[in-house]
């Protein structure tokens, strides 16, 4: 997902753990910090060798000494190891990480079968392989979570879980079954669907669902009916990737669903069927779609609305979206225009032209989409020449999706002379996937974004670069030469970058090295004893009050980071950036197109949070990516599970985020 200290003299601490920038600045006005004073050092057992470790996992590096003695510490330090381990990119950590899963504390062996699943190395799926059969099921489910991350064959997985029985198999399997790329997940699903337990036969659901392939259609449309409302939605979604046209008919009853995650889901399915042409849309769809456009519920609404444009030219649909163009919020106006754009409506070049002159940036960046759809270069130009920096780069990504080959060079070159990074940053990626300019002024580009305070444009430099020097075998040798200069620059993604940069070009480059500032060990210390325990925060937004608690102890940096935003009034007034009905709210972009941040980096801080309803995550563009952009899953997303930092779960006001709509905005965020 696009992004995407508490006192005075933890300001600067976090800060400094974060990245080579320093913190924004607090807002004029902003009230003064009322973090607590740390608990006596008393209050943390084993205080000295916690802070050792965050310190190994912040900087990413591999530490011997510190890793032995914690080796020889109580249960909960050997717990906090294995977890640190898993966040360190670094060959070593792979035995220690195997030993811990022999621990004879459950809950050691579980984080180190979750790390593994990160960091692998040899002999790590032999060691999951018998993990998969620990006397713990947790344990064992863990495992084979870790051996479809390591892409581990799912023959070898059942193979190793038929010793136990089928009561202990099938909830090791299941979890994670639908991480596995394998055809066989289709009968071993199928077969789980035949389970009475309601939690392993939601889990055979989903693993149909996510991936879907052809073969799983029919138990697909089976499960249309499911009682469960989330699997319902599952169907519906998987159909809309695999199923055919006669599915249009069996999901059409979802729409009258009492729950909202299936009738978002159907809608969704249909428009895909459509778009696809696998389908014509149905005209008894119509009258349900005109009601579902005037729903009480916002994300029932948007998504009727971002579906109705499959149904042009229907002249009531039509009237309701021009309707909903003059009188509706700001994301109704944004979806009512892309819709009456990708029907094609005869109106729908007037809406445009008026959206090009809208005095809102969110209508001008739409009009940039809406006038790619409709094919209409001249709103384009227009548009790529806007004040607004988020209007420029919106009408070049869609002037350059359009362009192949030499016809968008001059827009790339164009799009180089921008003030704007992310700007910048999208003509670069495009020349990463059309590698026409030659080193000189890819170079040229690099040197131009050492003063930006993101990162975007000099890592999509660098691999255009070598996408340059990949597809021109002349000009690999200074290229190569030019990006091991890099090696030793203080950014860790911009070093990370030119690492994958050189091994795409066959060279093996060094050890990425540590990240961050170093800092002395009694800066830890402090994160430590202020985060030991959870934290609770008042999100008071347009739509009402949410209350979260942040898990501090799971991922401390994150958790301070957030805390300290807050305190500063960062997140005052800004939008909800990004809606999805049935998945994530976002917000934190200070930009408010989704690319924007805090002016530094975090490194993940991934755990074994599961992405329930209601959950905190940190949005990224990348590993180690985190800033100010945040998320809170809507919907359960099994999906997500170790793939962005969870930090903390809804406590209340969850039915506010329920009810927003893209655009609203945050109005202030305070600790409790």
Known sequence: MPRRLLAAGSLLLLAACAAQRPAPAPRAGAPPASTPPPAAPSAVAHLDQHALLLLLADRRIYEPYVVEEALQGSAEVRRHLAAVLGRIPDPRVTPPLALLLRDPGAEVRREAAFALGHRGGEGAVAALLRGTRDPDREVGALAVEALARQQAPLADVVAALAALPAAERWPRLLPALFRFDDPAVVPLAAEGLTLAAPELRARAAYALGRNPRPEGAPPLRGLLADPDPG???????????????????????????????????????????????????????????????????????????????????????????????????????????????????????????????????????????????????????????????????????????????????????????????????????????????????????????????????????????????????????????????????????????????????????????????????????????????????????????????????????????????????????????????????????????????????????????????????????????GGSQFFVTLSPQPHLDGGYTAFGRVESGMEVLDRTLQWERILRVREL
């Open 231 to 625: 699997v319902r939605g599952w169907a519906a979604r998987a159909l809309g990737q695999v199923g055919e046209g006669a599915d249009l008919e069996r999901i059409a009853p979802l729409l009258e669903d009492t729950a909202e995650g299936p009738v978002v889901q159907a809608l969704r399915a249909a428009a895909r069927l459509i778009a696809e042409g696998r389908a014509a849309p149905p005209a008894g769809w119509q009258p349900r779609l005109l009601a579902l456009l005037a729903d009480p519920r916002p994300g029932v609404r948007a998504t009727a609305l971002e579906a109705s444009g499959r149904w042009l030219h229907d002249p009531q649909l039509s009237a309701a979206l021009l309707g909903r163009w003059r009188d509706g919020a700001l994301r109704e106006r944004e979806l009512a225009l892309l819709a009456l754009a990708e029907g094609r409506d005869p109106r729908a070049s007037d809406v445009l032209a008026e959206a090009v002159r809208s005095p809102d940036p969110v209508l001008r960046a739409a009009a940039a989409r809406a006038a790619g759809l409709l094919e209409q270069p001249h709103h384009l130009e227009t548009l790529a020449a806007d004040a607004e920096r988020r209007v420029r780069v919106a009408a070049l990504q869609v002037l350059l999706e359009g362009s192949a080959g030499e016809e968008g060079l001059p827009r790339a070159r164009q799009g180089l002379g921008d003030s704007d990074p992310m700007v910048r940053a999208a003509a670069l990626e495009w020349l990463a996937e059309h590698p026409l300019e030659p080193p000189a002024t890819l170079l040229a580009a690099l040197d131009g974004a050492w003063d930006d305070a993101s990162d975007d444009a000099r890592i999509a430099a660098v691999r255009a670069l070598a996408a340059r020097a990949g597809a021109v075998a002349a000009e690999r040798g200074a290229v190569s030469t030019a990006l091991a200069d890099l090696l030793g620059h203080p950014d860790y993604l911009l070093r990370r970058a030119v690492g994958d940069a050189l091994r795409e070009l066959g060279q093996e480059p060094p050890p990425l090295g540590a990240a961050g500032r170093p800092l002395a060990v009694e800066v830890y210390r402090e994160v430590v004893l202020r985060t030991r325990e959870p934290r609770r925060v008042e999100m008071v937004t347009e739509g009402g009050i949410v209350v979260l608690s942040l898990d501090c102890p799971r991922a401390p940096m994150t958790c301070l980071n957030f805390l300290q935003l807050a305190e500063q009034g960062f997140y005052d007034g800004l939008a909800w950036h990004r809606v999805v009905a049935d998945f994530v709210v976002q917000g934190g972009d200070p930009r408010g197109d989704g690319y924007g941040g805090p002016g530094y980096a975090l490194r993940d801080e991934l755990n074994r949070l599961r992405y329930d309803r209601g959950v905190l995550g940190m949005a990224l563009s990348g590993p180690d990516t």
